[in-house]
């Protein structure tokens, strides 16, 4: 159960970490557009694409490994 719980809060972290990681990067995206990828837009969107979808696979494993109540 100790371990279970230790996997809990390691998936919360990293998903609140990705995405104040995120966060952070949009705010200073926004102000500095110069500093844009240069490359393809379609290799942009998938890395955007695989970047949210393991933020959000870490909140969903938060919640699928969340020890239960009981014995």
């Excluded at 230790?6 to 949009?26: D, E, P, Y």
């Excluded at 557009?33 to 240069?38: F, I, K, S, V, W």
């Amino acid at each position: 159960m100790k371990k279970k719980s230790k996997k809990n809060r390691i998936f919360l972290l990293l998903g609140c970490l990705m995405t104040v990681f995120a966060a952070a990067f949009v705010m200073y995206s926004l102000e500095n557009p110069e500093a844009a990828l240069n490359g393809d837009n379609e290799v942009t969107r998938l890395m955007y694409s695989m970047y949210l979808a393991v933020n959000a696979a870490m909140f969903v494993l938060f919640a699928v490994t969340k020890p239960s109540d009981g014995k």
